[in-house]
């Protein structure tokens, strides 16, 4: 009886599978415009509910924008998941908060009037969000709907789209 006990204890404390993941959306900024978001990265767990992830976005500008410029943002993020994973797996639904912080390198574009210059600042985010694990992808893929604020008045809205590097099955995913 002991020996079945901790087996569920290793289980519950057991931390998920790293995931690769990239995300696209949109973020506004409040001097230069809409932006178009992309990026990519690593999520590595370090215990059940908390992970880091190495990651780059890059932001582009478009539409009636003030400017035309270039965002590179390479950060490490650090992610809460507020449901405990299950047998080791993340929950079917699992709310996050992410904090983010890192390098932000902003290079303008060379017009008729100015030349080519590059900016580099700390860049730091807040972002909540919920991961969806999609049952009909093998349990291993997600996608995560996010909205973010970030340095200088950003408010971003991407969706993170993930896979998990080690399978499980569908009952511990989808536990309750």
């Given amino acids: 009886m002991l020996l ?6 290793e289980a519950q404390d057991a931390r998920p599978p790293a995931a690769v993941e ?3 959306g949109y973020a506004t900024v ?7 978001l992309a ?6 767990y370090t215990s059940p509910r908390l992970s880091l992830s ?4 890059i932001a582009r500008t478009f539409g009636d924008t003030p400017d035309d410029h270039t ?9 809460f998941e507020f449901r405990r994973p299950a047998n080791g797996r993340p929950r079917m639904v699992s709310p996050f908060l992410l904090v983010s912080g890192g390098v932000w390198v902003q290079r ?3 017009t ?6 590059t900016r580099v600042e700390p860049a730091w985010g807040v972002t909540v969000g919920a991961r969806l694990f999609l049952p009909f992808a093998s349990s291993r893929m997600y996608v995560a709907p996010e909205v973010g604020y970030a340095a200088f008045a950003t408010v971003a809205a991407p969706v993170t789209f993930g896979m998990a590097l080690r399978g499980g099955d569908d009952r511990t995913t989808r536990a309750q």
């Fill in 4 to 9: 079945a006990l901790s087996r569920g204890a």
């Fill in 22 to 24: 990239t995300w696209a």
């Fill in 30 to 36: 409040e001097d230069s415009g809409n932006h178009a």
């Fill in 39 to 44: 990026g990519a990265g690593l999520r590595f």
């Fill in 54 to 57: 190495p990651r780059v976005r």
């Fill in 71 to 79: 965002d590179l943002y390479v950060e490490t993020a650090l992610t």
């Fill in 108 to 110: 303008f574009e060379e």
């Fill in 112 to 117: 008729r009037f100015s030349r080519e210059w």
